[in-house]
Nanobody
Framework: QVHLVESGGGLVQAGGSLRLSCAASGLTFSTYFMGWFRQAPGKEREFVIS????????YYADSVKGRFTISRDNAKNTVYLQMNSLKPEDTAVYYC??????????????WGQGTQVTVSS
């Protein structure tokens, strides 16, 4: 059974930073693209960022370019989301997800339970 467990969310002031982690189990981690999505209250879930199998390819939503970075440690079955220069509009529940190939859509195979990120102004 596949499990994705996010951690690292919390409350931060605008301009601050947070690092989210997502630990995966039950799948061959190095064969999956890993993505981060977010969902703010009253809004649809949206793509944030993703990373390829070996970390050599990354994809970003325009809203986070230059501020967020993604990395992965295949030895630890973990993907990370480093969020800098946070803005109040980044407030959302952040989800990690796994899929065999890249897509900007939310058509991912596996999802975590989400972690709340709140950015105060």
């Amino acid at each position: 059974q596949v499990h994705l467990v996010e951690s690292g969310g919390g409350l931060v002031q605008a301009g601050g930073s947070l690092r989210l982690s997502c630990a995966a189990s039950g799948l061959t981690f190095s064969t999956y693209f890993m993505g981060w999505f977010r969902q703010a209250p009253g809004k649809e879930r949206e793509f944030v960022i993703s990373i390829g199998w070996s970390g050599g390819s990354t994809y970003y939503a325009d809203s986070v370019k230059g501020r967020f970075t993604i990395s992965r440690d295949n030895a630890k079955n973990t993907v990370y989301l480093q969020m800098n220069s946070l803005k109040p509009e980044d407030t959302a529940v952040y989800y990690c997800a796994a899929r065999k190939r890249h897509t900007y859509s939310s058509d991912y195979d596996y999802w975590g339970q989400g972690t709340q990120v709140t950015v105060s102004s």
